[in-house]
């Protein structure tokens, strides 16, 4: 598989504007977060289950966000993917995440380009850290994520409950081919 570290073209400095300052819902309270977050065990693989997918994510395949803790405080991530197929060619973005809320730390910012941080915000996490929901205020983007390729079927319909309970349409929600590997 060939590997390709890929820079930020126009198109994609315009869906990360989008992002951040497109489809403000006034109208809607802030989502809330889960109580709290122990950052170290948040760290780690999070395979992606599903999403209401962000320009550069439509086509993926094998998504794999990845985050590890700085000595800073900051959070390295490492977002991988097959464009188009589990054979297409790997697609990787490195933004850094921000905790915003240090009492809950389940509120951060995410930035692809300077100065910008984008709305990020742990609103689902299962005692044992294996799955998560990550959503924003805007309700135009989340992802289901869990620490394995798969989940029971009843555990994806109780996230999709909460996603929809927050505001979202999961009508516009799609389910990320994983393969396994192994």
Known sequence: MTQTRTNLP????GAIGALVLGGCNASLPPIETV????LERFMG????????PTFVEKGAYN???SYELNEDGTIATTFTFNKDSFSGPEKRYTPKGFVRNTETNAEWGMQFIW????DYRITWLEDD???????RNQRDYVWIMARSPEI???????????IKSAGYDTSKLVKVPQEHQG
Do not use: F, G, N
């Open 10 to 13: 126009k198109a994609l400095l």
């Open 152 to 162: 029971p079927e009843a555990d994806y319909q109780r996230m999709v409950e909460h």
């Open 115 to 118: 100065p910008i941080k984008s």
């Open 35 to 38: 109580d709290y977050v122990d």
């Open 45 to 52: 693989d999070w395979y992606v289950i599903a999403s209401i």
């Open 63 to 65: 998504a794999v966000e």
């Open 129 to 135: 850290y294996s799955q998560t929901v990550i959503a």
